[in-house]
């Protein structure tokens, strides 16, 4: 594992590649509801900022919970250590769990809450691989995973708001993103093996393109009728 040192303190190059791939995430998030343009927007647009300061908190402190016996006995270690990845997760978390109720509470479109979760991953997954293939020479699988999430990440922004109260939109985005994750995986994927010589990866993108299709198709027919 590489590391950069600053002052006192030692930082993973890869904790610093996720840190700006999660910084990523909330600026383009951002965009998207400026991109909106509404009062719904407007009213998640405030919240944002507030989730981002509670998450850095969240994961600064997480090993008071991840590791509360090392912080018990040396309460020094908040200051040089932090939740590293496991940490972000339960940041990340945090942040759902705000949005998901403030979007029931406010009652919001039921479909903008998935999209903005959608939206995050995106632009966090496109600078995760595009850095990790940069900096820690990911391969070509970072630079591929980096590339589409930088292309469906476009594309989320080709419909405007359209998409995010559209469930239509969300499927073909989820759709092609799981078709290109399987390609990804088929081409340069793990090698442990499930069923019938296709990897656990391969196989829950598969999954989600097959629902994904029928999905949509079922909502095409419905708006067919209707």
Same mark, same amino acid.
């Given at each position: 594992m590489q590391f950069i040192t600053i002052g006192p303190f030692n930082i993973s190059l890869e904790m610093l590649i996720v840190s700006a791939s999660v910084l990523a995430g909330y600026l383009v998030l951002k965009w998207r509801l400026h991109v909106l343009r509404n009062v719904e927007g407007t009213s998640i !647009? *405030?919240?944002?900022?507030? @989730?981002? @300061?509670?998450? &850095?908190?969240?994961?600064?402190?997480? +090993?008071? @919970? &991840? !590791?509360?016996?090392?912080? @018990? *006995? !040396? +309460?020094?270690?908040?200051?040089y250590f932090n939740g590293g990845t496991n940490g972000l997760w339960i940041a990340a978390l945090y942040g759902c769990i705000v949005l998901m109720i403030h979007t029931w509470r406010k009652k919001l479109s039921f479909f903008m809450f998935p999209d903005l979760l959608l939206t995050f991953y995106l632009a966090s997954s496109a600078l995760y691989g595009l850095l990790y293939s940069i900096l820690l020479q990911g391969g070509v699988r970072s630079l591929a995973l980096g590339l589409l999430g930088l292309v469906m990440g476009i594309t989320q922004f080709k419909f405007s708001n359209k998409r995010m109260l559209s469930f239509l939109g969300l499927v073909v985005t989820v759709l092609w993103y799981s078709v290109g994750r399987a390609v990804i995986a088929f081409v340069d994927g793990n090698n442990e093996f499930v069923v019938h010589g296709i990897a656990a990866e391969q196989l829950f993108f598969l999954s989600a393109a097959c629902i994904s299709f029928l999905t949509k198709i079922m909502l095409e027919r419905r708006t067919e009728h209707d």
């Open positions: !647009d *405030h919240l944002m900022t507030n @989730i981002l @300061i509670a998450g &850095l908190f969240i994961w600064k402190f997480s +090993p008071l @919970i &991840l !590791d509360f016996q090392l912080v @018990i *006995h !040396d +309460p020094l270690s908040l200051i």
